[in-house]
C-alpha cells in the first residue's frame, strides 16, 4: 500500500479518502467482476473504520460477493450492498418521490443514506397533479434537515417543495417517461431552470449522489 | 380573385379561411414590409366578415399601417394590430402566468382571446414557488372554460393547474431563463411530459397560438 | 383515507381527482407490479363512481389482474384495461392517422376516448402524400367536436387538417420512421412549429393524452 | 496558374470546375474581402466561359465590387452579383414557396437557377394550412421539370407536392420560425423525414443549393 | 373502391400514385402484418401496371407473402420483395460507398433502382481515406446519369464526388460508425453542409429514398 | 394583502416565503421595468424583516432603484442590490473558481452569500491545469462548512475540490469558453456526471443559486 | 490488382496505404462476414511487410478468422487480432485510465500500440477523485513521449495531466457513466474544452485511434 | 511569490507551468481587463525565460496593452500579442486550411505556432470539392513533421490528408458555414468519426490549441 491507495493492480483502492472525507470511498459495480469487487471490497474493509458500499450490484453477483466477503447485507431493491453501516445520527432526511415508478431511484437514495447514518424518512406517490397529497404533509416536510426530492417526467416536484421548506432540496431526476422525457434530460433540466431559490441537483436517477450530498451536510453541522 | 384566396403576387391571402375555421387568416407579421401588410389586411377585410389580426407589429410598422388601414387598433403590449374585433361570447378563458417576465406572452394571449370575441380573466405571477399564491385562486380557476397555463424557466405550472380543474388546459413554454432553460425548450419539453392527464401544448412564446386553440374550443359549443 | 387520496404505502391512490377533474386518475401501467396495480385499480373503483383504466399494461400482467380484479375487460391493440366505461356523451372525435405503422397510437386514442365517454370515429391511413385521400373526408372532418390528428415520420397533417377544420385538432406525434424522425422527435416539433394556426400537441406517441384533452374539451360544453 | 486552379495567395480559384461539372465556380461572399472577391471573380471570368456569381453579397461590397468589375449585375433581393449569364435551356423549374417569409430564400433560388440557364416560374404563399391554394396549381407543377419546394415552421409542402408530381422535388427548409422550429432545423428533420417517395434536401435557407441541384439534372438530360 | 384510393380499412391503397408519379406507391413493411402486406400488395398490383415493392421486409415476413402472392422476387441483401419489375431505361445510376459496411444500404439502393428500371453499376468501398480508389474511377463516375453516393462516420466521400461530377449526386448518410457518428446524424449533417456545389441528401440508410429520386430524374428526360 | 403574499397587479410578492424559507423572496431583475422592481421591492421591505435582494441588475436601473428606494447597495461587480443585509452568521462558504473569466459569477455568488448572512472567503483561478494552485490551498478548503465550486470550459475543477474535502460541494458551470463548450452546457453535464461522491450542481452562471443553497444549508444547523 | 488497391468485390483493400502512412490498413470488424475478414487480411498480408490488425472482433468469428489465416493472436480484452507485429520501437506512450470501468478501451489502446512497436507502460484507475493516486505517478508521466488518456464521466483526468507534462496527450472519451454522461458525448465535449493547452482529442471509446494517433507522433521522429 | 504560481489577486499566474510543459502559461484574452492582462503578462515574462502570448486579443485592447509592456509584437490577422517568440526549431508544421473563409483560423494556427518554435508553411484554399489542389500538394505534405488540417462545413479535408501522409494530422473544425453546420459542431463531430486512422481533433476554431499540440509533439522528438 503506497499513501493513500492501494494498488491491486486492476484498481487503485483510494483508502485515504475516509480521512479526507469522513467517508469510504464507495464501489460502483457496473463493469467490474466479481472477483474485482471482493478484491476492493477486502482492501476497503481492511484499511478504513466506515461503511463500506457497492452500488448497483445485480443479484447474481451479489451472491457471489456475498460468499466471499461475509458480514455485509445485499438490499434488492435498492441494488445495493453494505458492510459495517455507520451508527445513526439526529440528521433527518425525507426522501420524497413523485410517482409510483420512481420507487427504485427513491429506495437507493433512502438505503445509501440509511448506510451511512442518516435518519431517513419516506414519502412516495406525490407527485404535483394531485397536490394536496403533498400539501398534507408539510409538517413532515418542515423537520427535515434535508430533502432529497424525486421525479422524472416533467421534474415539477422540486419545484414545489422548494417553496415550502427553507432546508436543502436535493433534485434527483429519474428516466421515468417516454417521448419529449427524453430519458431524464426533461427533469434533469427543469430542476435546474426551477425557479424555486437554491435547490441543487444531482445526475438523472442517481439516488446514491444524492444521499451522500446528504451526507455531506451532515458532516459539517 | 379565385376561389377562396387571393393572388397579390408577394401573397395569396387565404380569404376563404373564414368560411372553413370560423377566423378570417391571421397576419404573421415579422418577415413582411407594412406594404405587404398593408395589402393582405385589405384583401382580407374586404372578404371576410370577422375579426382581421397582424401579430407581433413592431410599433414603427404599426404606425405606418394604421395610417393606410384606419378603423384597426394597436396593442403595444401585445404587439398585436386588430380590425373589427368579434363581439364577445360566453367562453370564458383564464389566462393565468407563473412569473413577471412572462408578461409579453400573456398579453399576446390574452389580447387576441378578446379580439376573437372570448372572455378573459388574467392570473399573474402564480408560480409554483409560491404555490399558496396560486391555491388562492382555484375558484377563478374553477369558473374557466378553457385555461391558458403560461410558464418559462422550468414550466411546472400547467401540472399542478391540470390536477386542479378538469376543463381544457392550454400550456404554453417562454423563453424567460438562461442556462438550462435553453431559450424555452426545456418548459416546452417538460409540458409535453407532464404527470397532469390531457395538457395539450403549443410553441414557445406563441400566446397566439393558445388564443386560436381557445377559439376552437368555443366555436365547437 | 387522508382527505382526497388513499395512502396504499407504495401509492397514494388520488382519490379526489374524479370530484376535482370530472374523470378519477388513470393508472399508468409501466413500472408497477401486477400487485400494485390490482391494489390501486381497487381503491379507485372504491372511491369513485366513474370509469377506472390502466394504460400500456402488456398482455401477462393484464390476465393476472384481470383475475384479481372482475368486471373490467383489456383491449389488446390499445393496450388498455377498463372498468365501469362512462356511458356515451354527444360529443364527436375523428381520429385521423397518417399510417398504417401509426396504429398502435390510434388504437389508444380511440379506445380511451370510447371509454370515457366520447363518441369516436376512425379515419386510417391518409397521409399527406396521397392528399385526396384526406380530402375526400371533409365531410366527416366537419361533423368533428374534436380531431385527434397522429403522425410520424415528418408529422404533417395536422398542418393540413388545421386548415380544413375550425374545431380543436389534438395533434399527437409517434416514433414511426427512423433516422431523421429521431423516434418521434422530429414530428413533435414540426407539430408545434406549424403554420395551421391554433393546433395542440401532446407528447410523442400518446394516445391516451389526446383522448384525455378531447375529454376536457367535451366536460366543459 | 498550375494545372486547373489558380493560385492567388488567399485563395486557389478552381478554374477547372466549369470543365469538370459544366459550371464555373461559384463564389460564396461571406468572410472574404470586396478585394479578395475582386481577385477571384477576375481569375473565374478569365479562365472560364460560363457565368460567374457570387452569392449571399451584401449590397455595399456589392458596390465596390461593381466598379471594379464591370459587366455584372447584382439582384438585391437576391444578395447574388451575376457576369455573363448562360442562355436559356429547356428546363423548367418552379419555384415554391409556402409563405411570404421565405421570399429571400426564393428569391436566391430563382436567381441562381435563372444565371446558370434553367427556365424559372415562381408560386408564392401556398402553404398547406391553405392547401387549396397549391391545388389550384396542380397543373403548373406538372410542368415541371424539377420543382424547388421551400418552407420553414413544420416543412410540410415538399411532401404534399412530392404526391402529387413524379418530377424531382428539392426540399429547401427555412429559417423562418420561431421556438420549435429550432431556426430551421425542425423543417430540415421533418423534409428528410417525409412520407413522400424520393424527394431530396438541401441544406438550411440554400435557395443556391436547390438550384445548382436543379442544374445538375438539366445539363444531364 | 374511391377515386383514386382503395379503403382496405387498415390502409388505404394509394391506386392514384401510378397515374400522378409514374410509379404505383411502394409499400414499408415494418409495423405491418403480412396479412396487411398481402393486402395492398393485391390492391396495387390490380390497380396499376408497373412495379410493385415491399422495402425492408424481414425474411419470415417475406416468406409468407411469396406464399400468398406469387410472382414475385426477394432480395435478402436488400431486404426488397419486387413484383413485376419496370422495363430497362437508357438511365446509368453508379451507386458509389464508402465502406464495406455500408453495404446493405448500397444494395438496398441498387435493387430499388433496378427494379424501378433504371441502369445500375456498383462501386463499392472507395472512401476518402485512400482517395485513389476512387480517383481511378472517375471515368466511370463521368458516364452516370446521376451518382447515388452512400456514406456513413464523417460522410465525406460525396463532397469530393461533387466536385468531379456535374451530374446529380444523391447523398445517403448511414448509421455506420459509433460515438460520434451518433447513428448516422453526423454524416448527414455534414452532407447536408458540403462545400460541392448542388449535392442533395436524403434520409440516413435511405438507399430506397435515393433510388426513387433517381428515378425522378430519370422520368423527365 | 391576502394571505402570504401581495398582490400588485403586475406582481404577486411572495410576502409568506420569509416566514417559510427563512428568507425573504428574491427578485428576478431582467424583464422588469424599475417601477415593477421598487413596487416589489417595497413591498418586500415591508412585510418581511430580512434582506432584500435584485439580482443580475444593470447598473442604469440600479441608478433608478437606488433614487426610489433608499437605504440599500449595488454592488456592480456582482449585478445586485441589497437591503438590509443579515447579520454574519458562523458558516463559513469558500468561493473557488477556476478561471479570472469565472469571476462575474464568483462575484454573484459571494455577494449573495454575504448578504444573507455567510461568512465568505474567495479563492481564483485555482483551475485543474496548474493543479499545484489547489493543492496549495488544501487547509482554507477543509476550513469550509460548504463550498461553492464555479468553472467554465471542461468543469473539472469540482470534481478535485471533491475529492479533497467532505464538506458540501455547490459546483457552478459557466459560460466561459467557446465552441464545444456550449455556453456552459458542457460543464454542466460533466458536473452532472462527476466521479466524486455527492457533487450537487446549480444552474448555469447561476452565482446566485449557488449562495442560497449554502443558505439552506446553513439555516438547518 | 490495380496501382495502390486490391478489388476484392465486396471491399477494395488499400494495398498502397503502408507506403504513404507507414503502416498497413487496419481492419475494421463489425458488419463484416468472418469471410469477407479472411479475404481482407489476405490480401493485406500479401502486399505489406507490416502489422495486419483487425479491431473489434468478437470472439466466435475470431476463431473462424484464426483458423482460415494462421500465424496471427486474437486478445480477447482489446478484440483485438494481429498478425505480425511490428518490432519494438523507443518510443513509450503511457496509457492513463481513470476507473476500472475503462478498461477494455485502455486495453484495445495498449495492444494496438504494442502491435505497431510502441513501448507501452499502463497507469490503472487514478481518476480525479483521488488525486494523490495520480500525483504519485508524475515521475512516470514525465517519461513519457506520449499519453494516452481514458476518462469516462465527466472526462477530467487529461485536463490534469496536461498541466503536469509537456508531451503529446491523446484524450480518449468513454461511454463509462450514465444519465448526463450521455454515453460518452459529455467526456467528449469536455476534453474538447479543457483549459489544459494543446489536448488532442479522438472519438468515443476508440482505444485504437489513439494508439494510431502515438504511432504518428512516433514515425515522424 | 508561492511555489509555482504568483498570486496576483485577480488571477494565480502559473509562472511553474514552463518548468512543468516547456513552455510559460498562454493569457487568453478575453474576459479581462487590460490591467489584469498586463499584470499577468509582466509576471509571466518575469518568472520565465520563454515566449509569453496573449491569443484572441482585440485591437483596442492590444494597444494599450503594447503601451505599458514593451517588447513585443501584435499579429492583427490572428489577434495573437507575442513577447520574446521562441528560436526556431527544426520542425516542420503545415498549416492546411479548406477554404478563405477559414483564414482567421489559419493565421492563429501559424502565428503561434511560429511564436513557439515551430517551421510553419501554409496551404490555402484546397477543399475537397476540387481535390487536385490538395493532391498537386502531396510533397509539400510529405516534408511534414505534423499537418495542421482545417475545415469548417462538413470537415472533409482531414479525412483526406489523414490518407494521404503518415505523420500526425491535427484536426481543427471551424465555425464556417450555416444552417446544418451547426457553427462548428458538424465538422467537429465529422473529423471525430473520421475514416482516416489516428487523426486528432481539437476545439472549434482553436488554431491555438492547435499550434501547442504540434509544439507538445515538437519538445518529445
Not at 484499511?47 to 452500488?55: I, W
Not at 403533498?134 to 421534474?155: H, P, R
Not at 438523472?204 to 451536510?217: K, L, P, Q, T, Y
Amino acid at each position: 500500500m503506497t499513501d493513500g491507495f492501494e494498488d491491486l493492480g486492476y484498481a487503485r483502492a483510494d483508502t485515504g479518502r475516509e480521512r479526507r472525507l469522513g467517508l469510504p470511498e464507495v464501489v460502483y459495480g457496473p463493469g467490474k467482476t466479481a472477483e474485482q469487487i471482493v478484491g476492493v471490497v477486502g482492501a476497503l474493509l481492511a484499511a478504513n473504520e466506515g461503511p463500506v458500499l457497492v452500488t448497483r450490484l445485480d443479484e447474481a453477483t451479489a451472491a457471489v460477493v456475498a460468499a466471499a466477503v461475509p458480514g455485509g447485507e445485499y438490499d434488492r431493491a435498492a441494488r445495493l450492498f453494505v458492510w459495517r453501516p455507520a451508527s445513526p445520527r439526529a440528521f433527518r432526511v425525507v426522501v420524497v418521490s413523485a410517482g409510483t415508478s420512481d420507487a427504485p431511484v427513491a429506495a437507493e437514495a433512502a438505503a445509501v443514506a440509511r448506510a451511512v447514518g442518516l435518519d431517513v424518512l419516506e414519502l412516495r406517490d406525490v407527485g404535483v397533479a394531485g397536490i394536496h397529497r403533498l400539501l398534507g404533509e408539510v409538517e413532515v416536510l418542515s423537520g427535515a434537515d434535508a430533502v432529497i426530492c424525486i421525479a422524472g417526467m416533467e421534474g415539477a416536484l422540486p419545484s414545489v417543495v422548494g417553496g415550502l421548506v427553507g432546508c436543502p432540496v436535493i433534485a434527483v431526476p429519474t428516466s421515468v417517461g417516454y417521448g419529449a422525457t427524453l430519458e431524464g434530460v426533461t427533469p434533469l433540466l427543469a430542476m435546474l431552470s426551477s425557479c424555486a431559490p437554491g435547490l441543487v441537483v444531482v445526475n438523472i436517477d442517481s439516488g446514491f449522489g444524492a444521499a451522500v450530498a446528504a451526507h455531506r451536510m451532515a458532516v459539517r453541522r
